[in-house]
């Protein structure tokens, strides 16, 4: 029973134009949303993250969108680089403790071409 | 400063055999996390451990794995008799604190087991 879906396993760009990752979630008790950036051999570093009382996050070229009616985020990354190339995770979690541990979708591979 | 450390980066083990995974977490961070990736999947929780409280193991597949964290930093997972599906990278997490918010968890980077 997957708590958080990425339903594309893959998805490329041209360098310059806007990436659209989408995630959607079942539980609705989750406080807080994240996007995991990994690339190849090396752990997923943070990328950015929204709480449930919001419905955007913005951070230079990076802002999530949280729909919460609909179970819905989504990271959008402009304009796109090809250092973006990597797999990304969505990820949830409650508030503290043992409810901080996140619930990770299976993730999408990101190819931006030059 | 120094990261999350996880060794070995590489392990490959027989069928039958027990392994120790090591991590050290961030100085100071009082919660660390285990999670495991299997080939094709998202990263699956293990177990949490947050200062001195009993740790949350919900998330441990098997009587087969345990984990301990030895004077609230170093941690090691143990999985005995080895079995192929539980071959995966292995990563550790640690945060400041346990919350999410400004207590981002920082991943090390992973032990890839292999189960022959």
């Known amino acids: 029973d997957q708590q958080v879906k990425q339903n594309s396993p893959s998805l490329s760009v041209q360098e310059g134009r806007i990436s659209i990752l989408n995630c959607d979630y079942t539980?609705?008790?989750?406080?807080?949303f994240l996007w995991y950036k990994k690339y190849p051999a090396e752990g997923p570093t943070f990328l950015i993250s929204i709480s449930s009382i919001k419905d955007k996050n913005e951070d230079g070229r990076f802002t999530v969108f949280l729909n919460k009616s609909a179970k819905h985020l989504s990271l959008h990354i402009v304009p796109s680089q090809p250092g973006d190339s990597a797999v990304y995770f969505c990820a949830a979690s409650g508030s503290t403790g043992a409810n901080s541990k996140l619930t990770f979708g299976k993730g999408i591979t990101l190819s931006v071409r030059p | 400063g120094a990261g999350v450390s996880q060794s070995p980066s590489n392990k490959v083990t027989e069928k039958g055999k027990d392994v120790e995974l090591r991590c050290d977490p961030i100085?100071?961070?009082?919660?660390l996390y285990w999670y495991r990736q299997s080939l094709g999947q998202g990263l699956e929780f293990l177990i949490y451990f947050q200062g001195n409280s009993a740790p949350d193991k919900s998330g441990l597949p098997s009587d087969r794995f345990s984990a301990e964290r030895t004077g609230g930093s170093v941690s090691t997972l143990t999985i005995q008799r080895t079995q192929q599906e539980d071959s995966a990278v292995y990563l550790c997490a640690s945060s400041r604190t346990g919350g999410v918010g400004p207590d981002t968890q920082y991943f090390g980077p992973g032990t890839r087991l292999t189960v022959l």
């Open positions: 100085s100071g961070h009082t919660a």
């Open positions: 539980n609705s008790m989750f406080d807080y």
